[in-house]
């Protein structure tokens, strides 16, 4: 496995991901691949914006997304948040996702982050498991959301 930062030439991959696996909406159909090419182009040029990709086979199996975000507080200190976290069925519990939000965690430990943060709409005990097990505590804060 090698996990790197998305480029443009994921797309298709990413498309599929999400669109299949990821249990959020999927991709609207009018998206295109040269769409997603370009908004990926457009986040790999903002340092406090990664998409991390575990391949295998040179074939994109697993993302989590990480957004440094700048702060006022805590000594000015910025904090992170993940989102996107999805794994082709076929490459579940072989560890691609653990080991890309262990990479996601040290890049904003490196960048001075004071904490990160996720948030789930799953109710799986397996994925609740999964991000304790990562070092999340999920009774530490309680996340609302509004959707527009």
Not at 6 to 13: K, L, N, Q, S, V
Not at 44 to 49: G, V
Not at 116 to 127: I, K, N, P, Q
Request: with cysteine; aromatic share 8%; proline share 5%.
């Amino acid at each position: 496995m090698l996990m790197r930062e998305a480029r443009p030439g994921d797309a298709g991959a990413l498309m599929e991901l999400y669109g299949r696996h990821l249990a959020a909406a999927p991709p609207d159909a009018a998206q295109s691949v040269p769409l997603w090419e370009g908004a990926i182009e457009r986040f790999s040029a903002d340092p406090n914006y990664l998409i991390l990709i575990a391949e295998v086979g040179g074939v994109p199996v697993s993302t989590v997304t990480l957004v440094i975000v700048e702060n006022l507080t805590h000594g000015m200190r910025p904090y992170a948040l993940i989102e996107n976290v999805v794994t082709h069925p076929g490459h579940r519990r072989m560890r691609h996702a653990t080991a890309l939000m262990a990479k996601a965690v040290g890049i904003a430990e490196g960048r001075g982050c004071y904490k990160v943060m996720l948030a789930t709409g799953s109710r799986s005990e397996g994925t609740l498991r999964f991000y304790e097990g990562c070092g999340f505590d999920g009774d530490a804060k309680k996340a609302f959301v509004r959707w527009l």
